[in-house]
């Protein structure tokens, strides 16, 4: 069945460091992949996504490519802040039995935290 | 502005009682699902609803129940047939029609026993 694979946190940096966070994953076919970050106490909110292969998603100055030939969707930020301090959940969806429902397989979550 | 509300935040749950979370969305979105999320884990599916009156387990769904009546509303009930309940229960929604489309989260109910 589909998996997601992220790297073991807790992850722990120093402001304006430099941020990557490993995901890889296992589907047949060709999902689309997502990062999600989760605020202490709040729901998930979608980062980026990428829908097919050599795509790159882009946001708040986060970057994921989506490289089909490693499996892979890694998270990387060239500059991180305190306020970046969340849990990020890479996860992929895909198109199952001819049904359309988008079902979300995620990876198991990497704890950052960004000190001053 | 539009999005999903969960309630309440906090629940408590007494040995052999069934509690009901609610999930509510104001996106017109067709698809609705609900999440457990335990510690160190990632989220698993418990029951999705692609429509109206249509809904399928996940790969959780022993010890739970949903409806779905109107298009807005996805309740979730943890029966007494749930024996570890404790946990942070999200609910999700998405336009449906395709892999590609995100969903969207609500705040989350966190239920403990008393």
């Known amino acids: 069945g589909d998996s997601v694979t992220q790297m073991e946190g807790p992850v722990t940096l120093s402001e304006e460091a430099f941020l990557t966070i490993n995901c890889t994953y296992t589907a047949t076919g060709y999902p689309s992949l997502f990062w999600y970050v989760q605020y202490p106490g709040e729901g998930l909110q979608l980062l980026l996504k990428a829908t097919k292969a050599d795509d790159k998603g882009s946001n708040k100055g986060f970057e994921a490519t989506y490289r089909k030939e490693t499996t892979s969707f890694h998270l990387e930020k060239g500059s991180v802040q305190v306020s970046d301090s969340a849990v990020y959940f890479c996860a992929l969806s895909r198109n199952a039995g001819g049904t359309s429902y988008g079902k979300l397989t995620f990876g198991q979550g990497t704890i950052l935290t960004v000190h001053p | 502005d539009g999005g999903i509300t969960q309630s309440p935040k906090y629940l408590f749950r007494k040995e052999g009682q069934n509690v009901t979370l609610s999930c509510e969305q104001n996106?017109?979105?067709?698809?609705m699902y609900w999440y457990r999320q335990d510690p160190g884990q990632g989220l698993r599916l418990i029951y999705y609803?692609?429509?109206?009156?249509?809904?399928q387990k996940g790969d959780i769904a022993e010890g739970y129940s949903v409806s779905r009546e109107k298009k807005e509303s996805f309740p979730l009930t943890v029966t007494s047939a749930q024996k570890n309940p404790t946990a942070f229960y999200l609910c999700?929604?998405?336009?449906?029609?395709?892999?590609?489309?995100?969903?969207?989260f609500g705040d989350g109910t966190r239920l403990s026993i008393l």
């Open positions: 999700a929604s998405s336009p449906g029609g395709g892999s590609n489309q995100p969903q969207h």
């Open positions: 609803s692609q429509i109206v009156n249509d809904f």
């Open positions: 996106l017109n979105h067709d698809a």
